[in-house]
T-cell receptor
């Protein structure tokens, strides 16, 4: 199984809402990532979890809160977002070697009204 | 930090023509990876190159890593409409951080 799944596929939320994005992989990978991708731009790294511990936070605003409940799951909690946060949010995973391939999920397309 | 420049930004070709996208870095890279993202899709890993001067082929796709490990190219021979999408190069530094190039958006006209 080389699949990374993400839910929901689409999400529309208001600026006062609280929502969560979910990501799951069953490849035994120990590194998981959140990326943000705006239209016609490359993915931008937000967070990296290694062995269920947050190892990189790319100066992401606190209205984005990641969580790694176990080695297969990764969540991104959203609160008080701004319209400019509308984007495709991609989850990825890789094994624990720095040069290893990253497998991306299909993404959640988020619209903030 | 390290960055890669990718050119061209856009490329329109007639079906059957060849296509090449280039990535250039001012510093030596430990590796280079290539991803393809179809319209409305997500990045899909194509290949990784790690050795100086390495050349790898996947059917009509040829990937090269420069001798100095500062540049890389992806060449598609005889493009097909299924090749449409954005091609990204990327490299991974320490701490599992993948940095993407700006991408080349390929349009194939039938």
């Amino acid at each position: 199984d080389t699949e990374v799944t993400q839910t929901p596929k689409h999400l529309v939320m208001g600026m006062t809402n609280k929502k969560s994005l979910k990501c799951e992989q069953h490849m035994g990978h120990r590194a998981m990532y959140w990326y943000k991708q705006k239209a016609k731009k490359p993915p931008e790294l937000m967070f990296v979890y290694s062995y269920e511990k947050l190892s990189i936070n790319e100066s992401v605003p606190s209205r984005f809160s990641p969580e790694c409940p176990n080695s297969s799951l990764l969540n991104l909690h959203l609160h008080a977002l701004q319209p400019e946060d509308s984007a495709l949010y991609l989850c990825a995973s890789s094994s624990d070697f720095s040069t290893d391939t990253q497998y991306f999920g299909p993404g959640t397309r988020l619209t903030v009204l | 930090g390290q960055q890669v420049m990718q050119i061209p930004q856009y490329q329109h070709v007639q079906e059957g023509e060849d296509f090449t996208t280039y990535c250039n870095s001012s510093t030596t890279l430990s590796n280079i990876q290539w991803y393809k993202q179809r319209p409305g899709g997500h990045p899909v890993f194509l290949i990784q190159l790690v050795k100086s001067g390495e050349v790898k082929k996947q059917k009509r796709l040829t990937f090269q890593f420069g001798e100095a490990k500062k540049n890389s190219s992806l060449h598609i021979t005889a493009t097909q409409t299924t090749d449409v999408g954005t091609y990204f190069c990327a490299f991974s530094g320490s701490a599992r951080q993948l940095t993407f190039g700006s991408g080349t958006q390929l349009t194939v006209l039938p």
